[in-house]
């Protein structure tokens, strides 16, 4: 009897607290710190958009730049392995023995203030909006960059541990530019000449200067900088890293910088479909830098034209174009009708990052309902939209791509700069819209190993399990009492 009557209290407990992860995230919807502690634990599958560089936190660069004694400029917080000749530059070591030399010295002398500057400097910590926050983003990168240079393994490293411990267990990330030595001044007459039939968007006639072009690139031994690229580096350090293992997946994504001139980025270009059309690990090509820049507005039609371009000659290669990632007031009102139009309808981009001025585009229901069929997903960077464009909230065009099924991806972009996190990404989304439920989010994490580009189908396949079981884990969670 007895026996019978714990069963039934058991039972009627199971019924009395059970619930579902579902009903779970419903309760705390308003709690961040419930939230954080929910997102934190769910699997969050692949993270789609993410900037390599950007994504490493200042401490591991800092402590670097100090370890390695490197030249520190005092007035814009910018490093340098060797002295560069404008400017006021100090070593590390020079900063450290002077103030144990004179204890005395000014506050604002110290390695310690000089530490505090730099951090605020090569990420958002203490942002006090000093400077415009899209600048204190952009220009970040350059003055860190040197640490970086030479020590992508053990960003990669970090990367992966961080994106282990918060269950992310695929990262697409955006590496680095394929360097090259290529001589093009020859070709240079090709600028105006490409900035000309911008003008007229004439795009048979920009095809046709892209294929001289194209076939010179290839006479100089294109292919070389791609194989030795793939060969000696990525494929290299993927191996000597074990980046692949039961727990996590990374593949990487080329990019060219929007700011260089026609020539020099397409050749940058070329180089890097080449490379991705030859290295299962190079998942596809994309373009970054601030899309707001002189020249990136400038060229941006011509940049979608090399895409389509190199789309012709490498067609199975997969690429992702940063497009719309603007807002009123920071261009004018027309530039805000065309980037994603563009990307989509000339560049014939796979997915879209950011996309922020949707709701501006030209003929946007349209846009939106193409993207749509089309199965074309939108990254989503919350973090990264607020802090760059300051938009957020309904402001954010998240709803509108939502309301009309555009396939969604939820992203970092640069968690380093930005001291974020993907768990921070996911937290923004359930707070924020409330008509998210755990279904629908746990589709955006489905959707960000379906919409990866991952070549090889099993690495696919095996991922989409994984998950699979990672969920019935989590879920169980909810369902114990
Ligand atoms: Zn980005």
Redesign the pocket.
């Known amino acids: 009897m007895t026996r019978i009557i714990t069963l039934f209290c058991i039972f009627i407990a199971q019924i009395g607290f059970s619930q579902s992860a579902e009903s779970y995230l419903e309760k705390i919807r308003n709690n961040e710190a419930l939230l954080t502690a929910f997102f934190q634990q769910m699997p969050k599958g692949g993270d789609l958009?993410h900037?390599f560089s950007g994504s490493i936190y200042a401490e591991p660069l800092l402590e670097r730049a100090i370890a390695e004694d490197f030249y520190l400029n005092l007035e814009t917080m910018a490093v340098s392995k060797t002295k560069p000749e404008k400017g006021k530059w100090k070593k590390f070591s020079s900063i450290i023995e002077e103030e144990k030399l004179n204890p005395e010295k000014p506050e604002n002398e110290k390695l310690d203030y000089y530490k505090q500057q730099i951090m605020q400097t090569w990420s958002i910590k203490d942002y006090n909006g000093a400077v415009p926050s899209d600048d204190q983003f952009f220009d970040s990168f350059m003055k860190f960059e040197p640490t970086i240079a030479g020590h992508f393994g053990e960003g990669m490293l970090e990367l992966k541990k961080r994106a282990i411990a918060e269950n992310v267990l695929y990262i697409e990330t955006q590496l680095s530019t394929i360097p090259c030595d290529m001589n093009v001044s020859d070709l240079t007459d090709f600028n105006s000449k490409l900035r000309q039939t911008a003008v007229q968007k004439d795009e048979k006639a920009a095809f046709k200067l892209l294929d001289e072009l194209y076939k010179s690139l290839q006479q100089k031994d294109a292919k070389k900088y791609a194989l030795d690229f793939n060969n000696n580096f990525i494929a290299k350090l993927h191996k000597d890293l074990k980046m692949d293992d039961e727990n996590f997946t990374m593949r990487y994504q080329n990019f060219v910088l929007r700011f260089m001139s026609p020539v020099d980025l397409f050749k940058n270009l070329t180089i890097a479909f080449i490379s991705a059309n030859d290295s299962k690990l190079v998942a596809g090509v994309n373009i970054?830098s601030p899309e707001h820049g002189e020249n990136s507005m400038k060229d941006y039609w011509l940049h979608m034209v090399m895409f389509k371009y190199c789309h012709s000659k490498f067609p199975e290669v997969k690429y992702t174009l940063?497009a719309g990632e603007l807002t009123l007031g920071l261009v004018q009102p027309e530039e805000l009708t065309w980037h994603i139009n563009d990307a989509i309808h000339v560049a014939g981009a796979n997915r879209i990052?950011h996309g922020v001025d949707i709701a501006y585009e030209a003929n946007s229901y349209d846009l939106l309902k193409y993207m749509s069929k089309n199965n074309i997903p939108i990254e989503i960077n919350l973090a990264s939209n607020e802090f760059i464009l300051k938009v957020k909230e309904n402001r954010h065009p998240f709803t509108l791509y939502k309301e009309f099924n555009v396939p969604i991806v939820i992203s970092t972009?640069d968690a380093g700069i930005l001291r974020s996190s993907m768990t921070e990404q996911y937290v923004l989304l359930a707070k924020r819209y409330p008509d998210v439920n755990y279904e629908t989010i746990k589709k955006y994490v489905y959707n960000s190993i379906n919409y990866s580009f991952i070549q090889d189908a099993s690495v696919k396949k095996q991922l989409l399990k994984d998950l699979d079981t990672r969920f019935k884990v989590f879920e169980a969670k909810f369902s114990k009492n």
Do not use: A, S
């Open positions: 958009h900037h970054v940063h990052g972009d």
